[in-house]
T-cell receptor
């Protein structure tokens, strides 16, 4: 089955700086890679996703890059703001809805934005 | 438009008891998935149901079971509770193979 590794487990950055979170996956059949943001006590919410036919995708201050050869993908947040503080999870699967074997999640990165 | 709703939000059980968790998907969504999130970890896939049929199952023991009703709502049942079953149980719905929308979860504590 799929295995997703996520680093770092905790990331502290100054407000206004950039943050980068990295994930690697094991199953070459995976072609859907979402990123979820989970605030304390709240539900995970999709913030951006990428499919294997695309190398990079941007949405305002958030971008995701994918290297299928190396089997890794990264989340980039620029001009960080206090409301970016949360736990971020990467995930992988061959199908967008998770398919019959579900999304495989990383262990999460606690992003702390220092004022 | 209501999102995914789950009940109860919190519950406390003792070892050996049984628990039933409930989920109502977003209107029009026919697929429901269940995930277990242990504190400090990412969600782990338990089941996926589509059109009332089990479509997939994660690496969980037979003590875990689920079903989906004609109105697409779903129940997750866990028998013979263990301390290690303490977790946040998340339900997610999607419209066929599309974005997963999660509920706020049911936090289960087993004493």
């Amino acid at each position: 089955g799929e295995n997703v590794e996520q680093h770092p487990s905790t990331l502290s950055v100054q407000e206004g700086d950039s943050a980068v979170i990295k994930c690697t996956y094991s199953d070459s059949a995976s072609n859907y890679f979402p990123w979820y943001k989970q605030e304390l006590g709240k539900r995970p919410q999709l913030i951006i996703d990428i499919r294997s036919n695309v190398g990079e995708k941007k949405d305002q201050r958030i971008a995701v890059t994918l290297n299928k050869t190396a089997k890794h993908f990264s989340l980039h947040i620029t001009e960080t703001q206090p409301e970016d503080s949360a736990v971020y999870f990467c995930a992988a699967n061959w199908e967008e809805g998770g398919g019959a074997d579900g999304l495989t999640f990383g262990k999460g990165t606690h992003l702390i934005i220092q004022p | 438009d209501a999102g995914v709703t789950q009940s109860p939000t919190h519950l406390i059980k003792t070892r050996g008891q049984h628990v039933t968790l409930r989920c109502s998907p977003i209107s029009g969504h026919k697929s429901v998935s269940w995930y277990q999130q242990v504190l400090g970890q990412g969600p782990q896939f338990i089941f996926q149901y589509y059109e009332k049929e089990e479509r997939g199952r994660g690496n969980f023991p037979d003590r875990f079971s689920a079903r989906q009703f004609p109105n697409y709502s779903s129940e997750l049942n866990v028998n013979a509770l263990l301390l290690g079953d303490s977790a946040l149980y998340l339900c997610a719905s999607s419209y066929t193979a599309s974005e997963l929308f999660f509920g706020e979860g049911s936090r289960l504590t087993v004493l």
